[in-house]
Antibody, heavy 119, light 110 residues
Framework: QITLKESGPTLVKPTQTLTLTCTFSGFSVTTRGLGVGWIRQPPGKALEWLAQIYWDDDKRYSPSLKSRLTITKDTSKNQVVLTMTNMDPVDTATYYC???????????WGQGTLVTVSS | QTVVTQEPSFSVSPGGTVTLTCGLSSGSVSTGYYPSWYQQTPGQAPRALIHSTNTRSSGVPDRFSGAVLGNKAALTITGAQADDEGDYYCALYMGSGISAFGGGTRLTVL
C-alpha cells in the first residue's frame, strides 16, 4: 500500500522560504518510470501542478514558478523535499504531494498541508 | 501559455449520465496528453479516477469511464449517485515533463 504525508510549517511570513517534506512508503522513488509530484490548491480554488521529480533524479517545474522552486529527493529516508522562495500571501494554499505513475498520473495523494503566508 | 479548460459546473439527476470535458485553450487534446481525472469532495484530498485517457484507477467503479471525444478528453459518469457530487479535475501531460490541471468542474447531483 502506497502512502504519502506532507509536513512543514503551517505559517510563514512574506519573503521567507517554505520547505515542505513528503514522506512516503510502499514504493521506491528509484523505480523506473515513477516519481513524486507536488500540487497546491489555494482555498476555494483549483489545483495547480508545481513540480515533480523522477526516478532518475530528473526534475521538472511549473514554468510560472520555476525560479522559486527546488525539488530534491532523499532515497535513504523515502522523502521528497520542495522549497519555495520569496513566499507571498497569494501562495497561501494546501500543498499536496502525490505518487506519480509512469504515464503521468497522480495516485495516491497525501492528505495535504495548509500553509498560510501572513505577517 | 496554453490553458487547460473545463466546464465550471454541471448538474445531473440521480441515475442520469453526464459527460465532463477537458480541453485546451489552443489546440486539441489527444491520447498523447495522457489525460487523467480526479475527484475531490469537500475537505478531502483528490482521488484518482482515470489515467491514460481511459484506464480506471484501482477500486473505481465502472460507471466512470474516460475517452477522447472530438478535440477534448472526456469523463462520463453513468448512473450518477449522490456521493458523486464534488469537484472533478483533469490533468494533461504538456510535454517536457510538465503537467497542467484544469480549472475543475463542480458537479451537482439533484
Amino acid at each position: 500500500q502506497i502512502t504519502l504525508k506532507e509536513s512543514g510549517p503551517t505559517l510563514v511570513k512574506p519573503t521567507q522560504t517554505l520547505t515542505l517534506t513528503c514522506t512516503f512508503s510502499g514504493f521506491s522513488v528509484t523505480t523506473r518510470g515513477l516519481g513524486v509530484g507536488w500540487i497546491r490548491q489555494p482555498p476555494g480554488k483549483a489545483l495547480e501542478w508545481l513540480a515533480q521529480i523522477y526516478w532518475d533524479d530528473d526534475k521538472r517545474y511549473s514554468p510560472s514558478l520555476k525560479s522559486r522552486l527546488t525539488i530534491t529527493k532523499d532515497t535513504s529516508k523515502n522523502q521528497v523535499v520542495l522549497t519555495m522562495t520569496n513566499m507571498d500571501p497569494v501562495d497561501t494554499a494546501t500543498y499536496y504531494c502525490a505518487h506519480r505513475g509512469n504515464t503521468n498520473w497522480f495516485d495516491p495523494w497525501g492528505q495535504g498541508t495548509l500553509v498560510t503566508v501572513s505577517s | 501559455q496554453t490553458v487547460v479548460t473545463q466546464e465550471p459546473s454541471f448538474s445531473v439527476s440521480p441515475g442520469g449520465t453526464v459527460t465532463l470535458t477537458c480541453g485546451l485553450s489552443s489546440g486539441s487534446v489527444s491520447t498523447g496528453y495522457y489525460p487523467s481525472w480526479y475527484q475531490q469532495t469537500p475537505g478531502q484530498a483528490p482521488r484518482a479516477l482515470i489515467h491514460s485517457t481511459n484506464t480506471r484507477s484501482s477500486g473505481v467503479p465502472d460507471r466512470f469511464s474516460g475517452a477522447v471525444l472530438g478535440n477534448k478528453a472526456a469523463l462520463t459518469i453513468t448512473g450518477a449517485q449522490a456521493d458523486d457530487e464534488g469537484d472533478y479535475y483533469c490533468a494533461l501531460y504538456m510535454g517536457s515533463g510538465i503537467s497542467a490541471f484544469g480549472g475543475g468542474t463542480r458537479l451537482t447531483v439533484l
